[in-house]
């Protein structure tokens, strides 16, 4: 089964709304957290990266995470068209990053 | 801009036939990975190598064998292929940095349609 759960499966959003996403692994040996995003037809692209508890910010873009409960999220604001995409979560454990079966975001104008 | 080239980006095949996907990585990475991405879009690792060493081996039947020729290179043969084999298959190759895995950079995927 999968390790990385991520919630909700499919998500619309209107044009400068919030946008938020959540992640949790199974595995308790998970070190770090990684949040992806892929365009359709093309291939996964790093949006952030996140390593200790607390928040990470990056223009429109937050990352949360409580590596006690394992979970972390990810937040957009000021939603854009351009950010309808699949967002996938992996948490990385022992150099073998895991993904989660992803996020599919639609923003609507 | 790509710095991960697969090869071929499309391939159509009958069960049963053998199938080659070739990766080269242009960024001086020492790990590469394959991963599977179904229809559904989830994405499985399947190997990955560090220095042309295997150091994940993810329970795949064994149709499936990667071969490293050096550290910028990963391939993935598939013998006798089943139509289940159908998907995109994603190399990537990552950095490695004091001993933990850095980011990721995908190549754009080989499509795989079992007839």
């Known amino acids: 089964q999968q390790k990385v759960q991520q919630s909700p499966e499919s998500l619309i959003v209107p044009e400068g709304g919030m946008a938020s996403l959540n992640c949790t692994s199974s595995?308790?040996?998970?070190?770090y957290f990684w949040w992806y995003r892929q365009h359709s037809g093309k291939s996964p692209k790093m949006l952030m990266?996140?390593?200790?508890?607390g928040e990470k910010e990056e223009g429109r873009f937050t990352v949360h995470l409580n590596k006690a409960s394992l979970h972390t999220s990810l937040h957009i604001r000021d939603s854009q068209p351009s950010d309808s995409a699949l967002y996938l979560c992996?948490?990385?454990?022992?150099?073998?990053?895991?993904f989660g079966a992803g996020t599919k975001l639609t923003v609507k104008p | 801009e790509t710095a991960v080239f697969q090869t071929p980006n499309y391939h159509v095949t009958q069960v049963g036939n053998e199938v080659s996907f070739n990766c080269k990585q242009t960024?001086?990475?020492?790990?590469m990975y394959w991963y599977k991405q179904d229809s559904k879009k989830l994405l499985k690792i399947m190997f990955s190598?560090?220095?042309?060493?295997?150091?994940v081996n993810e329970t795949v039947p064994r149709r499936f064998s990667p071969q490293s020729s050096d550290k910028a290179h990963l391939n993935l043969r598939i013998k006798s292929v089943e139509p289940e084999d159908s998907a995109v298959y994603l190399c990537?190759?990552?950095?490695?940095?004091?001993?933990?895995?850095?980011?990721?950079?995908f190549g754009e995927g080989s499509k795989l349609t079992v007839l």
């Open positions: 595995d308790r040996n998970v070190d």
């Open positions: 990266s996140i390593f200790s508890n």
């Open positions: 190598y560090n220095n042309k060493q295997l150091i």
């Open positions: 992996a948490g990385v454990n022992n150099n073998a990053p895991r």
């Open positions: 990537a190759s990552s950095p490695w940095t004091g001993g933990n895995t850095g980011q990721l950079y």
């Open positions: 960024l001086g990475h020492d790990t």
